[in-house]
Structures are given as structure tokens and as C-alpha cells.
């Protein structure tokens, strides 16, 4: 049972964000922190902007900040977005035919399980990922610019 | 976020036998009722079998049946045997390197979130996804023969 590498990634990206209030990071210091390739993290950045979780700033000096102040990034919220699809068995898909489709009730069981999952989830945010010294800098919410969805961003070359 | 394929059609397929108590159930039968591959359910029901959800018989004739009461089969047991790893995030694999390991709750938090999933899945059984005429006529509990754990078993060629 796995979420995606791109919603695991989301998370570490925006804990590394969140514990550098102070300054713009770049995509190529969250790729060394992290070993994972700037390719895969250039597009989970432009996700996690147009999903309104990271603000970039473009050209030389630019970078991504959060877009909102870490207790307000709820972790279900953020996995929700990011996440392709929780169809955690065929048969939660759309399209799937199925001869037990309609008396069966393994879809209902399992979306039950589902909503407890991200139920947890609902109660955490960015927060609560970080170390308590990284805690104690965050940047303060009455700094933080409104959380903006659906804008398109551009991330700034490192 | 997926379960694996085979926990998916590892619980589709013990649904289809628990709807035919009364007879030995072939790959082949399965394999057409959901248009699932016959060499895919072999694997499948090998499986099952060593995890002690189905006996099979061998020979002309045979084919498999559960291996105790629909309402004896925990769904939350059943996801754990056959589900090769929960590891929602990499940083739950034992052989995870991470500069945040020890310090951030991502772990942890996931794993509650992880245990609630799993938690929901404990409170049903497979006669829980049955329908009420499946259930009608499921094999009672006095007429199955006891689970047998880590039993190597043959499926009978249909």
C-alpha cells in the first residue's frame, strides 16, 4: 500500500520550505538535501503552486516560500491535492466493470477505511512534521501572504 | 494511493468462493467471472493458501474453498497476509536514509493514519462483502475445517 512518490515528496519539499522561513529555497538545494533529481522536484514544485501550498519568485535571487504559515497547511488537504486518484481497489475507479458491481460491498468497506485514513490526516498539519526548533522560527501566520489556489507559477532557476 | 493488485483480486477471489459454499471452485471459473488471468490467480490463490484462507483439492475434480466461515475471515488479516508492505511514504522502509530522519513526525503521522485504515478493515469480515443471498447460504461455521497457517497447498487444474 503506497501513496505516490509525488505526494511523499510534496511533504518532505514542504518541510524543508517550512524549517527556512527566512529566505527563498531553490529547487537545487531541496535536490541535494534530499538526493532526489531537480526534474522531479521542478514538477512538484509547480504542483504545490498551482494547488496554493508554495509561492515562487522568479530570476536570479528567486525561489519558493510557503504560501501559507505551517498550521495552516493541513496535511489531508494537501495529500488530497496532490494525490492522482485513492482508488484503492479497481473496483473504486469510474469505469470498471465488474459482475458483483452494485451487491458487493467491498467498496463501501474499503472508502470507509479510506476516510479514517485521511480523517488522521485532517487533524495534523505542516506543523506538526516539524522538529520543535524549526517550530519556534516558522514564519508567523500574520506575515504570511493569503493561500492562493489555482495560480500558475513559475519556479526560479537555482 | 493503491493496495496491490493482488490484495485487490486476492479479495475478489475469496468473495467469489465464499458465494458457492457448496462446491469446489476452479481458477478457470474465477479467472472468467472477472476477466482476471488464469496464470495472475494462480499466483493469487498459491498465496492464499499459504496464508490459510483457502484449501484446495488436487486432481480431476478438485479446486479450492475457503478454509474457515466468510464471518471468520478478518479483512484487516487478510490485506496484512498478502499486502507485501505499507510503506505510504519511503521513510517508513527500514533502509530509508533521510537528513530529517529522528527529528520529523512524518512517519509517525502517517502511521496513525495508516493504523486507522487498518483499524476500520479489523471491524469486517468477508461476509460483510457478501450479498444477503450469498450469506444466506454461506457454509456455517461447524462444517469448516480449522485454519491451517503456512500450509503448502496445489491448485487443482480446472
Known amino acids: 500500500m503506497r501513496l505516490?512518490?509525488?505526494?511523499?515528496?510534496?511533504?518532505r519539499l514542504l518541510m524543508y520550505v517550512a524549517q527556512h522561513p527566512q529566505r527563498l529555497c531553490t529547487i537545487a538545494e531541496?535536490?541535494?538535501?534530499?538526493?532526489?533529481?531537480?526534474?522531479?522536484?521542478?514538477?512538484?514544485?509547480?504542483?504545490?503552486g498551482l494547488c496554493g501550498w508554495l509561492e515562487t519568485v522568479r530570476g536570479k535571487g528567486g525561489g519558493?516560500?510557503?504560501?501559507?504559515?505551517?498550521?495552516?497547511?493541513?496535511l489531508g488537504a494537501v495529500v488530497r491535492s496532490i494525490?492522482?486518484?485513492?482508488?484503492?481497489?479497481?473496483?473504486?475507479?469510474s469505469d470498471?466493470?465488474?459482475?458483483?458491481?452494485?451487491?458487493?460491498?467491498?467498496t463501501s468497506i474499503v472508502s470507509g477505511a479510506l476516510r479514517s485514513f485521511m480523517q488522521h490526516l485532517d487533524r495534523?498539519?505542516?506543523?506538526?512534521?516539524?522538529?520543535?526548533t524549526a517550530k519556534a522560527v516558522?514564519?508567523?501566520?500574520?506575515?504570511?501572504?493569503?493561500?492562493?489556489f489555482g495560480r500558475r507559477l513559475t519556479v526560479a532557476a537555482s
Chains 1, 2 share one sequence.
Not at 65 to 73: E, H, K, S, T
Not at 124 to 129: E, G, N, P, Q, S
Not at 138 to 145: C, E, N
Open 64 to 74: 519558493m516560500r510557503l504560501a501559507a504559515a505551517p498550521a495552516d497547511i493541513n
Open 138 to 148: 516558522a514564519k508567523p501566520k500574520s506575515v504570511i501572504r493569503p493561500v492562493t
Open 96 to 106: 470498471t466493470v465488474c459482475l458483483l458491481t452494485g451487491s458487493c460491498q467491498l
Open 4 to 11: 505516490t512518490t509525488m505526494t511523499d515528496y510534496s511533504m
Open 30 to 48: 531541496v535536490a541535494r538535501a534530499y538526493d532526489i533529481s531537480e526534474a522531479h522536484l521542478m514538477k512538484i514544485t509547480h504542483q504545490l
Open 124 to 132: 495534523h498539519t505542516l506543523a506538526d512534521l516539524l522538529p520543535a
Open 83 to 93: 494525490e492522482p486518484d485513492f482508488f484503492l481497489v479497481d473496483c473504486l475507479g
